[in-house]
């Protein structure tokens, strides 16, 4: 069953390696450049034009070594998967519409903003509907209407306060790579060390599933989940793809994602959480999306309250840029702030399987 894994991150890999400059050759020929703020850091005017929609390399990079490391080992995909990938998939198209007004229409706004968030109400929608029907032997559906940290806790919110606590979590989340991805490689690398943390806790939730009866290590602490092996297959694809994606787009940067491929990490970050019923711990190992996040908000509060900015200029990357830090340099330390994060947060997923003994 592990070989899965380890297909879909092989494949997944290699996929983005070759492909992606592939694709560079393809958006460059069509003109598909990058639009660059006026207002930004100066130094980034040098990437005005350079290829954006990268994010079409690793969803299609990750969807295909799913499916060919089933087809490879012989099984069959699961709900979960599906759903997940179709959050990823669903967000992404989203992305990809709204990208392509901005270059093709050349209109800097992309979509309007009640399009764009009717684009994903929708996905999100039809995701948290879908996600909690398909129960398994054992009653477990792809999603749970309880909350959850590292397993579920409390009583049921049921499904109408789910479906709006998960189309919280999607909008909150890919917004949140949306505006860490301001600088070369700083969103895909952040998001390589959370996807490869949840594909651990995938392999863990199997080998600890309620479902293995007197195999397990710890009885009183097992997991109620529906396909968490399935959950760390796409997580390795995933950290696989963006790796290989990775390789091109860290600085000088030959393609950006876009916000076909922000939106999309964001989209299925999220639903690996719903699915793992690690909600609120994704909060914790993607802590570096939620400090970007804080810093426009902050920004944007301070401003309109006081009339003055807390940061020279939000997201925080780029106040750091303007203190005079290079890009990489505020990249690599971000990096190292999501890697601290995603520690504490498989900290934490261990302590309370540990605590339960």
Same mark, same amino acid.
């Given at each position: 069953?592990?070989?899965?894994?380890?297909?879909?991150?092989?494949?997944?890999?290699?996929? *983005?390696?070759?492909?992606?400059?592939?694709?560079?050759?393809?958006?460059?020929?069509?003109?598909?450049?990058?639009?660059?703020?006026?207002?930004?850091?100066?130094?980034?005017?040098?990437?005005?034009?350079?290829?954006?929609?990268?994010?079409?390399?690793?969803?299609?990079?990750?969807?295909?070594?799913?499916?060919?490391?089933?087809?490879?080992?012989?099984?069959?995909?699961?709900?979960?998967?599906?759903?997940?990938?179709?959050?990823?998939?669903?967000?992404?198209?989203v992305?990809?519409?709204?990208?392509?007004?901005?270059?093709?229409?050349?209109?800097?706004?992309?979509?309007?903003?009640?399009?764009?968030?009717?684009?994903?109400?929708?996905?999100?929608?039809?995701f948290?509907?879908?996600?909690?029907?398909?129960?398994?032997?054992?009653?477990?559906?792809?999603?749970?209407?309880?909350?959850?940290?590292?397993?579920?806790?409390?009583?049921?919110?049921?499904?109408?306060?789910?479906?709006?606590?998960?189309?919280?979590?999607?909008?909150?989340?890919?917004?949140?790579?949306?505006?860490?991805?301001?600088?070369?490689g700083?969103?895909?690398?952040?998001?390589?060390?959370?996807?490869?943390?949840?594909?651990f806790?995938?392999?863990?939730?199997?080998?600890?599933?309620?479902?293995?009866?007197?195999?397990? *290590?710890?009885?009183?602490?097992?997991?109620?989940?529906?396909?968490?092996?399935?959950?760390?297959v796409?997580?390795?694809?995933?950290?696989?793809?963006?790796?290989?994606?990775?390789?091109?787009?860290?600085?000088?940067?030959?393609?950006?994602?876009?916000?076909?491929?922000?939106?999309?990490l964001?989209g299925?970050?999220?639903?690996?959480?719903i699915?793992?019923?690690?909600?609120?711990?994704v909060?914790?190992?993607?802590?570096?999306?939620?400090?970007?996040?804080?810093?426009?908000?902050?920004?944007?509060g301070?401003?309109?309250?006081?009339?003055?900015?807390?940061?020279?200029?939000a997201?925080?990357?780029?106040?750091?840029?303007?203190?005079?830090w290079?890009?990489?340099?505020?990249?690599?330390?971000?990096?190292?702030?999501?890697?601290?994060?995603?520690?504490?947060?498989?900290?934490?997923?261990?302590?309370?399987?540990?605590?339960?003994?």
């Amino acid at each position: 069953m592990m070989k899965q894994i380890l297909f879909a991150g092989v494949i997944g890999l290699f996929l *983005t390696l070759v492909g992606t400059p592939l694709l560079i050759k393809l958006l460059a020929r069509k003109g598909y450049g990058q639009y660059i703020r006026d207002d930004g850091p100066r130094e980034h005017a040098s990437k005005r034009g350079t290829p954006t929609m990268g994010g079409i390399a690793f969803i299609f990079a990750t969807v295909a070594a799913y499916f060919l490391a089933k087809v490879i080992t012989g099984y069959t995909p699961t709900y979960s998967g599906l759903l997940v990938l179709g959050l990823m998939c669903g967000m992404g198209l989203v992305g990809f519409l709204d990208d392509y007004i901005k270059i093709v229409k050349r209109r800097s706004l992309g979509l309007r903003a009640k399009a764009k968030m009717a684009g994903q109400l929708i996905v999100g929608i039809a995701f948290a509907v879908l996600a909690l029907m398909f129960p398994d032997a054992r009653n477990n559906t792809p999603a749970s209407d309880r909350l959850s940290f590292i397993t579920d806790f409390g009583w049921k919110i049921g499904p109408v306060l789910f479906v709006v606590w998960a189309l919280f979590m999607i909008l909150a989340m890919s917004n949140g790579v949306n505006l860490t991805d301001g600088l070369d490689g700083l969103a895909t690398g952040a998001s390589v060390l959370v996807f490869g943390a949840y594909t651990f806790i995938g392999v863990w939730q199997f080998q600890e599933s309620c479902a293995n009866g007197e195999t397990l *290590t710890n009885p009183n602490a097992c997991y109620e989940v529906r396909d968490p092996l399935d959950l760390a297959v796409i997580a390795s694809a995933l950290m696989g793809a963006c790796l290989g994606f990775l390789w091109w787009n860290t600085s000088p940067a030959k393609i950006f994602m876009g916000d076909t491929g922000s939106l999309a990490l964001g989209g299925v970050l999220t639903g690996l959480a719903i699915c793992s019923r690690t909600e609120l711990l994704v909060a914790i190992m993607g802590g570096l999306f939620v400090l970007i996040t804080m810093s426009v908000v902050i920004q944007v509060g301070s401003f309109k309250m006081t009339g003055k900015r807390v940061f020279r200029m939000a997201p925080l990357q780029h106040h750091f840029e303007l203190k005079g830090w290079s890009e990489v340099l505020v990249v690599v330390r971000f990096w190292i702030i999501q890697g601290i994060c995603v520690i504490v947060g498989l900290g934490l997923f261990y302590a309370g399987w540990a605590a339960e003994k």
